[in-house]
């Protein structure tokens, strides 16, 4: 048995069976997992996921919104 690097979720799995580069998918998150060692076993998380994750996180469209906001403001008092 093996925990998942994202979720921290026990996946059940026959050690023996699995090779370095081997993928699994973790049944709890969906998460794509690959096998780094053998010995003993131990799995991370593919790195397209990793950047996927990093670039959901980075969005803020809010702080956007509020700027223009702003600009539009500053041209309307600079029209009056």
């Known amino acids: 048995m093996v925990n998942c690097p994202k979720c921290d979720a026990v996946i059940d799995v026959d050690e023996e069976e699995l090779d370095e580069g081997d993928s699994l998918i973790c049944e709890e998150c969906g998460a794509n997992l690959s ?46």
């Open 35 to 80: 096998v780094t060692g053998t010995s003993p076993l131990e799995l991370s998380q593919d790195k397209e996921e990793e950047d996927d994750e990093d670039f959901d996180e980075d969005e803020d469209f809010e702080d956007d919104e509020d700027e223009d906001v702003e600009e539009e403001e500053e041209e309307e008092d600079e029209w009056k």
